[in-house]
């Protein structure tokens, strides 16, 4: 997957200086040592993403006890690639078919 980077960890989306401006598919991601994965997504803009990481971290280690050693943060996908869906959006309650996440935390 070309694009893919990963943010800083538990970024606070009043806290707006991290936040990228670029077009693409924004997630909530996780590292677990050489795995990555898409956790939450896509938005379509990275404030959305940055606003869903602790919730989805929280509900990541209420899962997996082991994920509370994970470095959890967001990642973009270039807009010319297929987004991916976000592996725990069923969970979240989120979109499964590849639209946008709409639901913006407060």
């Known amino acids: 997957m070309r694009g ?8 606070d989306a009043e806290h707006a200086a991290g ?3 670029r077009p693409g598919f924004y997630y909530v991601s996780v590292i677990d040592g050489p795995r990555r994965a898409l956790l939450a997504g896509p938005w ?4 959305d993403a940055l606003a869903h990481v602790r919730a989805v971290n929280e509900l990541a280690c ?3 006890p082991r994920a509370h050693w994970f470095a959890y943060g967001t990642a973009r996908v270039d807009p010319d690639e297929q987004p991916p869906v976000g592996r725990l959006n069923d969970k979240l309650g989120y979109p499964t078919n590849g639209d946008f996440v709409t639901h913006v935390m407060d």
């Open 4 to 11: 893919y980077g990963h943010g800083p960890y538990f970024c």
């Open 19 to 21: 936040v990228d401006t």
């Open 44 to 47: 379509a803009h990275h404030r």
């Open 62 to 64: 209420s899962l997996d």
